[in-house]
């Protein structure tokens, strides 16, 4: 496989745990790195063999992990067509991989790294770097997938009131097969799957088999327009299908029998898929689909929804929290169906469930919308209504010119004009307090003076670590075979590279999804810095831990510097480590990277450090109350635009130049 083992700098730069920019200055200063071996000047390719030696002769590859030297190999030595029959060789026996007689031929080498990433992450880890290097370079290549969160609460909503589980699920879109996985762990015994990628159906039956130990039948094909299961019903369709399709299939599919509710327009593709799925359900059977906002008020697909609630198809709209899948910021929503049974009356009502406004780790979302789901499914007539988050509403309430199924539109509570007053004054009081605080802290942070223009001499992190002056630690996602640690609890708070970015506590719990072997516990004095930062800012949002930060889990977007206290003041550290020109500057998506091996900090004695480290805690303190005050303000201005717009507050009097709101 793979007769040109050529590599790329980047993969030189994986391969060596070293920067793209490491590698550029290999190439510049020593006259005996290997020469490029094909490519372009643009993207020059490297004899991995060659810089394997060149690398090894300087005792550079301690640092690598099984699975860089896997998909550095995997990368010089397998080509992307190769790969397709590798996997379709491939078959699952005892929760074990094992080849079949038609598997292509590999190499040693490429044998022990897979044993030895097996053995570090988990065979699951060898399949999808096989895949991804199947889409290399191919329009598939960002294939999207469902997080194991929301899979798991989609495949919750399907459990019948009675505590039955769905016999059969089939997943039209299935991707590399999360949902799938989801539902058979819940209890699923029959699995069907179908997506337009080889690799992905490959990849899907592989997983599916590995990670729930059911057999899955998965087929090939783009489901809407060459459906591979025409004649199957099933007791439960899962679904994350695409959004925005343009190209589906529009007129070639025009009257096809699958549209029982309306015929689809060219840009409502996801209400063709969500008819295909009902169209596969028995009487009856549960659908759960994955769907942007805007199908539930775009004007194009009004009478589609409208007839959906005729039917007694539509059960349920559920707001998702924030941004749930990777590639997207769009708020999404959950839409539960049924196929109309004859011998089940139609609830008359649908349930929408909004995401709370509080931030709240999104398994306490999932609890909350499968209890309330549960007890409108089990009686929609005794479902007690909650304020602002869930209610139950009557289908002739919804059939209106507009036909919109915005959850917000009907979970919001109305307003009490007296209970408004209050907020509004209370939220006056507070921001009051905050601007006099801010100016109070501003004014001691102001008295500064010039100083004659100085050069530091600085040094990496990297070099302060080496000489024992800090440790720079992170959180580790936990291997398929490694044991988790007596020390972890799931229900201690962690702290993430998000909260850092907002300014705010640990705002999640460790969970069993975030359970870690390599684990950072916070300690006070420590400097904390993200992963990834949403913006180019001048500075970086650090932070020195204080003792509501000391036993918190670090969560794996969360750098920790620990100072040696004798050596480095921790706010002097944070400061210099926070200045964006002092190394997070590797870019990705609009967003920045904390590359630790750049950040540079001056060469200064412990007794000077004190100065500047005073000077950027008062800088520290000075943003956060800048930031409540700004959050403040958003929730003044939100009050008041909101009773305003509802009708709980009349437009002020103008009485000495302030506002008087009255209800």
């Known amino acids: 496989m793979g007769d040109q083992p050529l590599v790329t700098a980047a993969d030189i730069a994986r391969y060596a745990d070293v920067t793209r920019a490491t590698v550029s200055n290999w190439r510049r200063r020593h006259s005996d790195f290997p020469a490029i071996a094909g490519g372009t000047e643009a993207r020059p390719l490297f004899d991995f063999d060659e810089v394997r030696a060149w690398v090894a002769a300087r005792g550079i590859d301690a640092t690598r992990s099984p699975l860089s030297e896997f998909r550095t190999l995997v990368q010089a030595r397998v080509r992307p067509e190769d790969v397709l029959p590798l996997l379709a060789s491939v078959h699952v026996e005892h929760g074990e991989l094992t080849g079949g007689t038609a598997a ?8 022990s790294a897979i044993q030895a990433v097996t053995a570090d992450a988990g065979a699951r880890t060898v399949l999808e770097a096989l895949a991804e290097r ?3 370079g191919s329009l598939e290549a960002g294939a999207h997938w469902t997080p194991e969160p929301l899979a798991r609460l989609m495949a919750l909503l399907l459990t019948e009131p009675s505590g039955s589980y769905p016999h059969s699920v089939l997943d039209p879109a299935c991707g590399r097969g999360g949902l799938l996985i989801e539902a058979a762990r819940q209890g699923a015994v029959e699995l069907y799957g179908q997506d337009v990628l080889p690799v992905q159906t490959e990849l899907a039956r592989l997983l599916v088999a590995l990670e729930a130990g059911v057999e899955p039948r998965i087929m090939t094909g783009d489901s809407l327009l060459a459906d591979a299961f025409a004649d199957l019903h099933v007791d439960a369709v899962l679904c994350n299908p695409p959004f925005g399709q ?3 299939g529009a007129d070639q599919l025009r009257f096809d029998s699958r549209w029982e509710y309306g015929e689809p327009v060219r840009i409502d593709s996801e209400l063709a898929w969500v008819q295909h799925g009902l169209s596969h359900l028995r009487p009856g059977g549960t659908a759960v689909f994955v769907l942007p906002p805007g199908v539930a008020f775009r004007t194009s697909g009004r009478r589609i929804r409208a007839a959906l609630l005729r039917g007694g198809a539509l059960q349920a709209v559920i707001a998702l929290p924030g941004a749930v899948l990777p590639w997207t910021s769009i708020p999404l929503q959950l839409w539960v169906l049924r196929r109309p049974d004859t ?3 139609p609830a008359g009502k649908v349930l929408f469930i909004e995401a709370s406004a509080d931030r709240e780790p999104f398994d306490a979302f999932a609890d909350r919308a499968v209890s309330a789901w549960r007890a409108f499914d089990a009686d929609p007539d005794a479902f007690a209504a909650i304020p602002d988050i869930a209610a139950a509403v009557p289908v002739i309430t919804l059939l209106d010119d507009a036909v919109d199924l915005t959850p917000l539109r009907y979970t919001r509570a109305p307003l009490d004009p007296a209970a408004l007053l209050a907020q509004i004054a209370e939220t006056e009081a507070t921001l009051s307090e905050q601007v006099d605080r801010l100016h109070a802290d501003f004014g001691a942070s102001s008295d500064w003076s010039a100083a004659q223009q100085k050069s530091l001499r600085t040094v990496t992190i990297s070099d302060l670590a080496q000489r ?11 291997g398929a075979n490694q044991v988790i640690p007596d020390r972890v609890n799931t229900t201690q708070p962690m702290l993430t590279g998000r909260d850092l970015v907002t300014g705010v506590r640990a705002s999640e719990v460790v969970g069993d999804l975030a359970l870690t072997s390599n684990v950072v516990v916070i300690e006070a004095g420590d400097v904390l810095l993200p992963v990834v930062r949403g913006n180019r800012s001048d500075v970086l949002p650090t932070r020195v831990a204080d003792q509501a ?5 670090a969560g794996s977007g969360v750098i920790v510097l620990r100072p040696d206290p004798l050596q480095l003041n921790p706010w002097f550290l944070a400061g210099f480590a926070a200045n964006a020109d002092a190394g997070a500057t590797s870019g990705i998506s609009g967003a920045t990277r904390t590359e630790t091996n750049r950040l540079r900090i001056p060469m200064l004695p412990l007794s000077e450090q004190g100065g500047y480290g005073s000077a950027f805690r008062r800088m520290s303190e000075l943003h956060a109350v800048a930031r409540q005050a700004a959050e403040s303000t958003g929730k003044y201005v939100g009050l008041v635009v ?10 002020p009097d103008e009485i000495e130049g302030r506002s008087r709101w009255s209800d």
């Open 468 to 478: 024992g002056a800090v440790r720079i630690l992170r959180t580790t996602p936990v």
């Open 104 to 111: 292509p031929q590999l190499s040693a080498e490429l044998l």
């Open 343 to 345: 011998d089940r009356i």
């Open 246 to 248: 343009r190209d589906w």
């Open 642 to 651: 909101s009773g305003l717009t509802a009708g709980a507050l009349n437009p």
């Open 549 to 553: 930060d000391a036993g918190v889990i």
């Open 134 to 136: 199947a889409l290399q």
